[in-house]
């Protein structure tokens, strides 16, 4: 039963979390529209306030999910990552611009 409940639970905090998030959102680009720079500096602030609220809201959330609850969470790959071949540093010239080597 408790776990039923923290599950509820944890849904709320999910809730409030992505509203917050859509609020902080909704700061950011009022904030990038507004000329003025004292409402700029306010909605930024506003916008801050929200993501701090949301970062203290996450930890809540993770400290109480289930370790195996987690699958949100991408592992990640131990795959190779492919690498274009790029030249080696002593491979590389520059221009005589930027050496200096072109002196008159």
Sequence with gaps: MQNKKNQSSVGLMIQRCHKWRQKRKQYMDQARQTADEIERERLMQAAEH?????????????????????????EESTEPVDTIDAPDDDDVSFPDFITGENKI
Excluded: H, L
Aim: proline content about 8%; overall charge positive; charged content about 35%.
């Design 50 to 74: 929200y993501g701090r609220i949301v970062n203290a809201e996450q930890g809540k959330i993770d400290s109480t999910r289930d370790p195996k609850d987690k699958t949100g969470i991408p």
